[in-house]
């Protein structure tokens, strides 16, 4: 730990800023006007990357590499712009979950488009010219590239700067961000000002993807991680502040080094990995400053959008058809693996669609009757998993009573979580539930003697008497049907209208002396149970758990499904759910290309069902019982 190590680690820490700044200025410029939480953002830096590398080849490495990088950003700018006139504009009034499930159905069509056209294999490209020595620094060599890099990100930020100020371009974003409707009521064309803020947040990514091509090789794996970073400054920047992403880059960025220097430390006695830190140092950083300044570093509370979708209705009890129905569903799916005896992967299959609902309804739980809006709902499956592995692993304790206990970890889990986070709301509130998931993700991937790390834990089987697939898969069936059915009855107890009340109106339900934040605390609790219980059928089923089912993957599938099928109805996440899993498995299973089908087809179901599947099915219902109750009217009049 040298001091001139130290100054280098800093000044590597201000050139990985500048590049993180540039993705997170678009992305924070698109949210503050579009109010689109953009998933794809991170898709724009890769294409850009990738992008350039190829005009670099065409241009060659001499004189034609910087205009390369230039035209790299440019053309990525113009993806952007097609995007927005194609795809989003069509959605603006649809609600903003929604939104962000269109932007995810766009990273898995892009990502397979980069697979088709550029191959898997990492592409590094040339050094920049006349940047690719060093220079000595305190008798330590350091790269003349990542010199430039430094320069860059204090001249785009007044770049920006000056556009935003000075300009009436940069007023009408400004204004836009405030209160976009009333700018489209005072006469400004409001599409193609999105078009135009959404194409120079793309360029802005492109070029941040441009710039590393001398620094990294371009891989299929940037645009989950770089959006990953990104959502994280602009977050503790504060959403929609160009210099708050600034000051958040540069200090998540020396943070890192800061980690990086240190390395291995000895603290009473303990060896303290800080190199370990850099995985989860920027979810730490952004718990902190959001439980201390709920709107970021520089940021303000963000004024409601009117378009709020689908009127919410009250929830109805449900009526003798639908029980009759249900009851009817049931009987077909405990008689299945007795129609599918030789099919033993069908009942496989419909044991991960059973977990797979339970898991999604609990997410529900909170995202829809509660309003509050969760990314990494995946920590409290990952803990019932790990759970009920470790149990049986290191305890001894049976499987039975394991399915008991592990549900309770999951819980201690959205316990101490649901604390912190109740305190936020919006767009806020879900990255706190990001970052408490990676904060648990990046503990077991790291804890190789306890959790088996990266490997994670294998032997975590059923009991004897449940070795045959069928005898589980009964048991799944039984237990994820009353975590559906529990969640759907406290729902319609008093807690459940008292949650939906201060969903709908927290002033009022304040008012009426209901305590809104414990309700909600109580929510996370409730449903990290049933996340928890779907995450230990998992472990059992499965027969290993790895750190994967704590991952930013796994958070976003749930979101996925209860999108898919409407977070305005009881049978959307399960819809959402066996849909989702179901389109996964049979598309991966036939062809190479399975992310862009996947995402193709959750694009089409999004434009033709903004309220989801099941939403979809309640509307058409919704109208011919209308119909038919105007009609019998009509015949009672005359």
Partial sequence: MSFSGFIVQLLNGLASASSLFLVAAGLSLIFGVTRIVNFAHGSFFMVGIYVAYTLVDRLGGGMGFWPALVLAAVAVGVLGALIEVVLLRRIYKAPELFQLLATFALVLVIKDAVLWFWGPDELLGPRAPGLAGSVSILGRQFPSYDLFLIV???????????????????????????????????GVNQAWLFTAVFALGALLAGLGGALQLPREPATLEMDLNTIGAAFVVVVVGGMGSIPGAYVAALLIAEIKAICIWLGVVDVFGLS???????????????AVVLVWRPWGLMGRPQAPSRYVGMQEEPLRRPSRTYLIAAGVFGLVLAAAPLVTADSPYTTVLMIDLMIAALFATSLHFIMGPAGMHSFGHAAYFGLGAYGAALLVRASGMPMELALVVAPLVAAVGAFVFGWFAVRLSGVYLAMLTLAFSQITWAVTYQWDSFTGGSNGLTGVWPSAWLSDKRAYYWLTLLLVGAGVLWLRRVLFSPFG???????????????????????????????????GLAGALFAFSKGSISPESLSVGKSVDGLVMVLLGGIQTLAGPVVGAVTFTWLHDTVARNTDYWRAMLGGIILLLVLLFPQGIAGFAKQLFDRKRHAAEAAELKEAKA
Wanted: hydrophobic share 60%; proline share 1%; net charge positive.
């Fill in 497 to 531: 209208y008292t949650l939906r009340a201060g969903r709908d109106s927290a002033l009022r339900a304040d008012a009426i002396g209901i305590d809104v934040k414990r309700m909600q605390w109580a929510a996370f609790v409730i449903a990290g149970i049933a996340a």
């Fill in 272 to 286: 303290v990995s800080f190199s370990k830190l850099t995985l989860v140092v920027d979810f730490l950083v952004m």
């Fill in 152 to 186: 860059v990100g204090p001249v785009v930020l007044g770049l920006v700067w000056m556009l935003l100020t000075r300009t009436r371009f940069g007023t009408l974003v400004r204004a836009a961000t405030q209160d976009r409707e009333m700018v489209s009521a005072l």
